[in-house]
């Protein structure tokens, strides 16, 4: 079953997925190190939250979709970075993606599969973005709100996802990608 099977969703994360750069994002690693990475996708993410919020109610329509598709590009990207940093390796299967996606955001890997993963994942990204809806209505404010509020998400899920054990970035070893254990 693909991520297609699950409709719209699925298909977007698969997509995000499929068209990151690994290797442009091995290299800047190599480049800036982790942090330095995890800061630069938090900043860009940063920039559509400001972007989005700043016109107030007139950019809200179509700046909070760019918003929203960019700040889990970044996440998908901070999350990638990370698995490289941890192995060394630059390419996983997309299953073995979003189950460590879903520990960045505190949804337990299961055995329940990659549709309720997937499921889960996308509730709890939709859950911590679309909280900060309302700042975004007041011009200034908002740009202030999305902006601020993107870089901590991103940060967040970067910090979270260097505490974790090396098991869980690899899926090769028994209990890969569902311990959930910090270093």
Not at 51 to 67: E, F, N, V, Y
Not at 107 to 133: C, F, M, N, T
Not at 143 to 157: D, R, S
Request: hydrophobic share 45%; with cysteine.
């Amino acid at each position: 079953m693909g991520a297609e099977d699950f409709g719209p969703l699925g298909s977007s994360f698969e997509f995000i997925h499929r068209n990151l750069d690994s290797f442009k994002i091995k290299q800047e690693v190599d480049k800036r190190g982790i942090h330095g990475y995890i800061d630069h996708c938090a900043r860009l993410a940063a920039a559509t939250g400001v972007a989005a919020g700043s016109g107030g109610g007139l950019t809200l329509a179509l700046g909070i979709p760019a918003d929203i598709a960019n700040t889990v590009a970044q996440q998908f990207k901070v999350t990638l970075a990370v698995i490289y940093h941890r192995t060394g390796r630059y390419a996983v299967s997309f299953e073995e993606f979003m189950k460590i996606v879903a520990l960045s955001v505190g949804v337990e890997a299961s055995a329940k599969g990659l549709e309720y993963l997937v499921i889960k994942v996308a509730q709890e990204v939709l859950k911590r973005l679309s909280a900060r809806v309302v700042g975004r209505l007041i011009p200034l404010v908002g740009a202030v709100v999305g902006g601020t509020l993107n870089y901590a998400f991103i940060k967040g899920i970067g910090s979270s996802l260097l505490v974790f054990a090396d098991d869980i970035f690899d899926d090769r070893t028994e209990g890969g990608s569902g311990s959930l254990r910090a270093a």
